[in-house]
């Protein structure tokens, strides 16, 4: 089955394009890195085959990005998969996987988070991605679609806590912790990777999945798993919380767990150490 994956050459899809190629699927990588826009229709239908699956991972996915250019990230993130949408109705795709985030939910009201929650989003980058799961019912296009939690992993460079905390301890500088009593839903991109692998076969469409390890874990004690893998011996910088945070935010991944068979296998500590881990020790995945 051919899968055309956009957004390929990002974060997500460097771990995701090999399980999927493992399990059997012809990718074809469509990204802005490529030359390929998925605001520009014409490319698009160039590219979609009647009968193939899409993976919709592009996105203006980082707050500061979306902050410092609202218009991109609209234009990216609601425009580009309206396009996406449009072009997989016309050509008869077989479904869309459409990759969202826990930021849809915020502002917080209550937790476990479930896919019951209200959807709104309190910044640019959470709200333009409650707009882009607007397009998936006003185009009627089959679809799966995956809210993602706090993603991290190897290659990942995307200024959140842990990289945040590793740049500085690499540069000598004391770890910054914004807040420290907020938690959050860590997943590791592996898992990600297998959640997207089981949405692009699972049978259940029309279907919303939260998509993360199902754990609260604070911003201090993730902090102090940080200090422990790497060895960081110093204190903190402490800086007030930032605004588009929840005081808590953890999933409800029950429903993942039953209809679409997702396990997610990494704990926060194994995960950060495969993450950290240098090239000359390997990069073998963990044992089950």
Not at 21 to 44: N, S
Not at 96 to 105: D, E, H, M, Q, W
Not at 127 to 143: G, N, T
């Amino acid at each position: 089955m051919k899968v055309l994956v956009t957004g390929s050459e990002g974060f997500v899809a460097g771990h995701t394009i090999p399980v999927l190629e493992a399990a059997g699927h012809e990718v074809v990588r469509y990204d802005l890195k490529l030359g390929q826009d998925i605001c520009d229709i014409e490319q698009l239908r160039g590219m979609v085959e009647p009968g193939m699956k899409i993976l919709h991972l592009a996105a203006v996915a980082r707050f500061p990005e979306a902050d410092a250019n609202p218009v991109e990230a609209y234009r990216t993130n609601v425009g580009g998969t309206a396009t996406v949408l449009r072009v997989a109705v016309e050509k008869g795709v077989e479904r869309v996987v459409l990759a969202s985030t826990g930021s849809v939910y915020m502002p917080v009201w209550n937790v476990p988070v479930d896919e019951h929650h209200p959807v709104a989003g309190n910044s640019h980058y959470g709200f333009s991605k409650a707009l882009a799961e607007k397009m998936l019912w006003l185009h009627k296009a089959p679809f799966v679609m995956l809210r993602y939690s706090h993603l991290y992993g190897k290659d990942k460079r995307h200024g959140g806590l842990i990289d945040s905390f590793v740049e500085r301890v690499a540069l000598g500088l004391r770890p910054v912790l914004y807040g420290g009593g907020q938690t959050s839903d860590f997943c590791n991109v592996k898992d990600v990777a297998k959640a997207n692998l089981l949405a692009l076969m699972t049978p259940h469409l029309g279907q919303i999945f939260n998509i993360g390890s199902g754990r609260e874990i604070s911003t201090r004690d993730a902090a102090e798993v940080l200090r422990k893998v790497t060895g960081y011996k110093g204190d903190f910088e402490l800086g007030e919380a930032r605004v588009v945070d929840a005081a808590r935010f953890y999933y409800d991944i029950t429903k993942a767990r039953s209809l679409l068979g997702y396990d997610p296998q990494w704990g926060f500590e194994e995960g950060l150490r495969d993450m950290l881990m240098s090239p000359k020790e390997g990069l073998n995945e963990k044992s089950h």
